[in-house]
């Protein structure tokens, strides 16, 4: 990869992550209610679901995933009734705040946040729009070799960690601040209602 395109498709990248979607929501939403458990688990499902993207992609795959709607359909509602799952979790959730004990528990769920987390991106049109019609815009796929894949692999995984572990910090930070059962309540209803919101929106479109 040239330099001029690194620089061009790193915040091209970075900024289309990092703006508002249904997986940012889902993941401050999460974290939230439940702290930091889990979180890493959650975050590379999310990053899994942007590299099989960006694959289907580069191996020229797109136009089979827009065509065959069935297929990305079956998995778009997937993605949707595992963020109503966890809104109805996060609903029921004792109003309690966090321990520093709780973190350690991330492993009991690791797996289901990560393939919640990875249907949720699969039925992702934000992630879906960026990868088929937003990047062949910034990097060219007839410039697209194996080494230029890799590259772009890893600046995904990099970036994508970097931006969504963040809105764990600030999310699982303004969470602590919280003391009182009722705000925590108040906290895990409002959570509960933007999942549940989410899930709406990503099965909608």
Known sequence: MTLST????????????????PAVAAIVARTLAMGSRGALAFTMGLV?????WFSAATLGLGLLAQTYQPLFTAVKYAGALYLIYVAISIWRMPARPLTEAEPAAAG?????????????????????VFFLSIMPLVVSPEQITLVTALEIAAIIVVVLTAIFMGYVVLAARARRLLRST????????TTAGIMAGTAVVVAAR
């Open 6 to 21: 690194f620089l061009l498709f790193v915040p091209v990248y970075a900024l289309a992550a990092a703006s508002p979607g």
């Open 48 to 52: 899994a679901g942007d590299l099989v």
């Open 108 to 128: 009991k769920s690791g797996f289901r946040a990560f393939l919640g987390a990875f249907l949720l991106t699969l039925g992702n049109p934000k992630t879906m």
């Open 182 to 189: 009722e705000a925590i309540r108040r906290i895990n209803r």
